[in-house]
């Protein structure tokens, strides 16, 4: 993750969950973070417990416990907990726009631009569980609703990139319709890949989102 860099002190500062100190931790010091390190542990354990099937509301005091350090340690480098799950946020725009944008450029044929978008979007979901549940909404249902607008704003980027290629896709195909066909195959587009991502979130990460993608993308591009 491309996290911003942290000042060394505040790095360095982490405590214990119970905030004491013993003779045996100061004779064996924790390994000093480095800048901008912690932030990427702290995402990196949000979202392996995001990955939990049934998980519930993740709370601070959850997470602290998992890194073993205080609640403070974690405010040291988010001023929230919806600061960090904005961090996911972005790092899923990352991931997914700067590749998506490179199948755009480099891939000519439209269809097989849309194709692999949504094989890119997911099989992204796949090997990241945990992330499904944020770009389905799932993981969001009761943070901050600002966090459900800041997904949402990523969507409609995505819905956007796809229409570029179906109103491609239309104008080969010679349609008198281009517009409204860019529209809605877009919108078909998305809405696959928002039911394919709540069904594995749903299943417990068992229907995976790429199961029987071939077939699906034939009746899509016909």
């Not at 199948?103 to 000519?108: D, F, G, K, S, V």
């Not at 389905?136 to 800041?150: C, K, N, P, V």
């Not at 104008?171 to 890949?193: E, F, K, M």
């Amino acid at each position: 993750m491309n996290d911003s860099a942290v000042p060394a002190d505040d790095a360095d500062a982490d405590t214990d969950v119970d905030g004491g100190g013993t003779a045996a931790a100061a004779a064996t010091p924790r390994k000093r973070a480095k800048p901008g390190e912690r932030r990427v542990q702290i995402l990196q354990a949000l979202a392996a417990m995001l990955e939990q099937p049934g998980a519930e509301r993740i709370t601070t005091a959850a997470l602290a416990a998992r890194l073993e350090v205080s609640e403070a340690a974690l405010y040291r480098h988010f001023a929230s907990k919806a600061q960090m799950f904005e961090a996911l946020i972005e790092f899923i725009e990352q991931s997914l726009f700067t590749l998506a944008n490179q199948i755009l450029e480099r891939e000519p044929d439209p269809a097989r631009q849309i194709a692999r978008v949504l094989a890119l979007v997911l099989q992204f979901g796949e090997k990241n569980p945990g992330m499904s549940r944020v770009i389905a909404g799932e993981a969001l249902a009761f943070e901050h609703e600002r966090l459900g607008t800041r997904v949402n704003q990523c969507l409609d980027r995505l819905e956007s990139l796809l229409r570029q290629s179906f109103r491609a896709l239309a104008d080969a195909r010679g349609s008198t319709t281009p517009t409204v066909d860019a529209q809605a195959g877009a919108s078909t587009a998305l809405a696959l890949i928002l039911g394919r991502l709540q069904r594995f979130t749903r299943t417990g990460f068992k229907r995976l989102p790429t199961e029987h993608f071939d077939a699906e993308m034939r009746l899509l591009l016909s």
